[in-house]
């Protein structure tokens, strides 16, 4: 456990960082899911747009420090080639 001021300090702002990545990751994979459900759906025009608001959320996750950049480009590219599937 913490015992000088500083680490207990700190121990209070990890706890409020994770709270925070929590809630971040998980609007990340709400956006993710709806893009899945459009596709799964066979929705092609709903899976365009899911996945037009879920790119930006996706990209932000990676300025905040919850997704590398490599694995957002990939789950985004990923999610792009379903939907692109869809049409064809």
């Given at each position: 456990m913490a015992n000088s001021p500083g680490s207990k300090k700190r121990a209070r702002q990890a706890l409020r960082r994770t709270d925070v990545n929590k809630a971040r990751r998980s609007r990340v994979r709400t956006f993710i899911r709806r893009v899945e459900e459009a596709i799964t759906g066979g929705d092609a025009q709903?899976?365009?747009?899911?996945?037009?608001?879920?790119?930006?959320?996706?990209?932000?996750?990676?300025?905040?420090?919850?997704?590398?950049?490599?694995?957002?480009?990939?789950?985004?590219?990923?999610l792009a080639a379903r939907v692109k599937a869809l049409n064809a």
């Open positions: 709903q899976a365009r747009e899911a996945l037009q608001q879920a790119q930006p959320e996706i990209m932000r996750s990676v300025t905040k420090g919850i997704l590398h950049k490599n694995t957002a480009s990939r789950k985004i590219s990923r």
